[in-house]
């Protein structure tokens, strides 16, 4: 299943992280071209510190950083996940565009308990691509009709978002230090 969720900034659209056939469906009802990777969302900083190549002062940086943020790091398990799969044949059509994995950590109680459900999500903004992200229902049931009269997509939460939070900061850190490189300021 496919699902529409809010997120600290604006709506997301998810999969499971194994959910290979809803992954590329994701980028289909999106328009989305598969040469853009998408974020994963986490349950909390916990997973972050053991399944990342981020140091703890980095995580300790995270867990304080005021501002909603995407994390762009290194993660063996991801990568291990996303070259071999599950041990099936099928593999991700655009595994190799992950050279990092953008992480975000889940900060809604929906976003939390659906990572409790499935494990890590894929997870991107719920707006067709090249169009501004979705903050009401309104929105989302327009851009998403037909998914969701077929359900092909579950919208989580039906109310308006606050349109005002800005896009999270894009970030990664410099090797093991604490300088930070914005790839985008929210």
């Known amino acids: 299943m496919i699902y529409i969720l809010p997120t600290d900034t604006c709506y997301g659209i998810?999969?499971?992280?194994?959910?290979?056939?809803?992954?590329?469906?994701?980028?289909?009802i999106k328009k989305r071209s598969f040469d853009k990777p998408l974020a994963i969302m986490v349950k909390d900083f916990y997973w972050l510190r053991e399944n990342t190549n981020l140091t703890d002062e980095q995580v300790d940086f995270l867990e304080r950083y005021e501002k909603p943020?995407?994390?762009?790091?290194?993660?063996?398990?991801?990568?291990?996940?996303?070259?071999?799969?599950?041990?099936?044949?099928?593999?991700?059509?655009?595994?190799?565009?992950?050279?990092?994995?953008?992480?975000?950590?889940?900060?809604?109680t929906i976003d939390e308990d659906l990572v409790d459900k499935f494990g890590p999500i894929w997870l991107t903004s719920a707006n067709l691509s090249g169009t501004w992200?979705?903050?009401?229902?309104?929105?989302?049931?327009?851009?998403?009709e037909y998914y969701l009269e077929k359900n092909i997509v579950e919208v989580l939460w039906g109310y308006d978002l606050d349109s005002n939070i800005p896009a999270s900061d894009v970030l990664s850190f410099v090797g093991e230090s604490l300088e930070v490189e914005y790839l985008r300021k929210g």
């Open 69 to 108: 943020f995407t994390i762009l790091t290194n993660s063996d398990p991801v990568e291990l996940f996303l070259k071999y799969g599950d041990g099936d044949e099928e593999h991700f059509i655009n595994k190799d565009i992950y050279e990092q994995v953008a992480f975000r950590v889940a900060s809604q």
């Open 133 to 144: 992200e979705s903050y009401t229902f309104e929105e989302i049931q327009k851009d998403f």
């Open 14 to 28: 998810a999969c499971a992280l194994d959910d290979k056939k809803n992954y590329e469906k994701i980028y289909k």
